[in-house]
């Protein structure tokens, strides 16, 4: 990629064509979610929260995913070509660690869009206050 700049939330490919990034994500008291989308058309924010508004009218009363976004997700990548950047499109992973010999490639399954089972995981982001004590911690 040498000679291709780098501009921010954007990833220059092989064929020159930008690819933009977009968010999609939903909360509620307890868990956050969110999910992030890729397309080559850069829409700005209104654009992108009409189609996100359509798409989530078309899904609401009916989704099979495990969560709105999923559905909203999967429907604005089948009517308007956005890719969703999830597990399935990961090649490969490494632990990073400050500690000597904690850095080193991780274990990665390919995992399939459909046909997904029960036992598939989330990864789950937990914002900690870095003034809460450690869980087991009891230490003052």
Do not use: C
Request: hydrophobic letters at 45%; proline letters at 3%; glycine letters at 4%.
């Amino acid at each position: 990629m040498e000679g291709k700049p780098i501009l921010a939330g954007v990833a220059p490919r092989d064929d020159d064509v930008p690819l933009y990034f977009y968010e999609i994500h939903e909360s509620d008291s307890e868990v956050f979610a969110d999910l992030l989308l890729a397309h080559e058309t850069e829409y700005d924010e209104a654009e992108f929260l009409e189609l996100v508004l359509e798409a989530r009218e078309r899904v609401k009363a009916s989704y099979t995913q495990d969560s709105l976004i999923e559905a909203v997700a999967a429907d604005l990548a089948r009517r308007e070509g956005f890719i969703v950047v999830d597990d399935s499109r990961l090649r490969a992973a490494v632990n990073v660690s400050a500690e000597e010999g904690g850095t080193f490639v991780a274990d990665v399954e390919e995992l399939a869009t459909v046909g997904r089972t029960a036992d598939d995981f989330r990864t789950l982001l937990v914002d900690v206050d870095p003034e809460d004590s450690l869980w087991g911690d009891v230490r003052r």
